[in-house]
């Protein structure tokens, strides 16, 4: 009546198998910090700090985040300040504010959203996310510059 092969995919479905977890920032929460999961992130209240996810970064139309963002997936209705670095795809819903550049392999963006930075999408997002700012560089620069401008000024 019962062979081997249906015994042994019961005993495996039900054995091993990770039930899917999500963890929820409420409206009216606020949280000052970075957040890390394995698992997907919803966020509905306010982050100031970083979201870093192996899942999906859902941030709903009341969700405020200050910080970057680091997922293999997102799908954002609220406000972002800060920079997206998404290895996945990456779901701009009418509502969403974004005030930082992209970094995406895939992107869908719904008519109404808002995106006030710069977007690179596949081979040159990956590379962008390990390459130092150009801010970076030049206060590197900087103080050499200074001190001739100095010397000019003064004649010496």
Same mark, same amino acid.
């Given at each position: 009546m019962f062979n081997k092969e249906n015994t042994k995919s019961t005993n495996t479905s039900s054995g091993n198998s990770k039930s899917p977890t999500l963890n929820m920032i409420s409206e009216g929460t606020r949280i000052s910090g970075d957040i890390e999961s394995e698992s997907d992130i919803r966020i509905a209240g306010n982050i100031d700090g970083e979201a870093k996810s192996n899942g999906r970064v859902i941030v709903n139309s009341s969700g405020h985040i200050e910080g970057n963002v680091k997922a293999k997936d997102a799908d954002i209705a609220g406000k972002l300040d800060g920079e997206i670095f998404i290895s996945g795809? +990456?779901? +701009?819903?009418? &509502?969403a504010i974004i005030n930082g550049d992209i970094h995406t392999k895939t992107l869908l963006v719904e008519e109404g959203a808002q995106i006030n930075g710069t977007c690179k999408m596949g081979i040159e997002a990956e590379k962008s996310e390990s390459k130092p700012k150009k801010? @970076? +560089?030049?206060?590197?620069?900087?103080?050499?510059?200074? &001190?001739?401008? &100095?010397?000019? @000024? &003064?004649g010496s």
């Open positions: 795809k +990456l779901v +701009l819903r009418q &509502t801010n @970076e +560089l030049k206060a590197v620069r900087k103080p050499e510059e200074e &001190t001739a401008s &100095t010397e000019k @000024e &003064t």
